[in-house]
């Protein structure tokens, strides 16, 4: 099957950001606006993520359906346990860092897990089903966060579980934009009209904020996600080129996500060994060349070998 080289490009940025993000995310010197908003507000970084769940939302019903009509009840199996490992790979993960932290942190990975196992309750409805759905449970979790569930939201990293409910609602709205996306581009606009009209209109009685993934951080999010994606693709159709670096890194997030973790980890040990903190600018800059250049000759090496490494 032919690689979808719009969605591997605007997944290779996603990728480079989240990378040369992390890393200087404890440089003090740096503008905030290319780091994550304490609480209320939105910056750069904060998109990030959505991008991916954007990302993964391109291939999540197609995928799905594929193996749906190969067998009914097989679908659904594999995609648990799929789901489920990607949980377990994100608990290993938090596991190791308390050893570091003294605190068993919810990852990024196991957020996405239990958001995609919610949104199999909802794949085959129809596009339209899935967004209305997207948007009870949008509430549903605004008006959990705003009465009880606050404090234990802010308190965790990525929303924590109960934040998990945020991200599956992200994942299924973007699911639904998706499918638009692919019947027509003039209902796809439309629709994403809509949407951003919805967003600005939630930022009037929601504040935005990624660290409580509020309701209008999530269609902030998703309505920019449609706008990036529809760029990204109109110009990969358009101006015809070879799909190069940026494609190549977004043909293994998972693999790049893993080592980008193990990779900071090992340039915090200098910093550490010398009690240095937080990390000097020229340090960042140096490692973020040192990060991007070799994970690129990664890339690049397993894309000529044309390995894909998925769960």
Request: charged fraction near 15%.
């Amino acid at each position: 099957m032919d690689r979808d080289v719009a969605l591997d490009r605007f997944r290779g940025i996603a990728v480079i950001l989240m990378v040369l993000g992390d890393n200087i995310a404890n440089v003090p010197d740096l503008p905030d606006f290319i780091k994550h908003a304490p609480d209320i507000g939105f910056t750069f970084a904060d998109i990030v993520a959505p991008v991916f769940i954007f990302a993964i939302a391109m291939t999540y019903k197609p995928s799905f359906m594929r193996r749906f009509d190969k067998s009914r009840s097989g679908a659904y199996g594999h995609y648990v346990y799929k789901y489920l490992a990607l949980i377990g790979l994100g608990t290993i993960f938090s596991a190791g860092g308390a050893v570091v932290a003294q605190e068993m942190a919810w990852g990024v990975l196991q957020a996405i897990g239990v958001a995609c196992l919610v949104a199999l309750l909802f794949v085959k409805l129809p596009a339209w089903v899935r967004a209305v759905s997207a948007l009870g449970i949008l509430a549903a979790y605004q008006f959990i966060l705003d009465r009880c569930a606050l404090e234990a939201v802010l308190s965790s990293s990525h929303g924590g579980f109960i934040g998990s409910l945020s991200w599956a609602g992200m994942l299924i709205l973007s699911t639904a934009m998706v499918d638009w996306f692919a019947q027509s581009k003039p209902r796809f606009l439309l629709y994403g009209g809509l949407l951003a009209l919805l967003s600005l209109g939630s930022l009037l009685v929601v504040p935005i904020s990624k660290n409580r993934l509020s309701l209008s951080y999530v269609l902030i999010s998703v309505t920019i996600c449609c706008a990036a994606y529809y760029v990204v693709d109109a110009l990969t159709r358009r101006v015809k080129m070879r799909p190069g670096l940026i494609c190549f890194w977004g043909e293994n997030p998972l693999l790049l996500y893993i080592l980008h973790l193990l990779l900071l980890a090992l340039l915090q040990v200098p910093l550490a060994l010398l009690n240095v903190d937080p990390m000097p600018l020229w340090y960042g800059a140096l490692t973020s060349v040192v990060l991007f250049a070799g994970l690129s000759f990664l890339v690049l090496t397993i894309h000529r070998k044309k390995i894909f490494i998925k769960l």
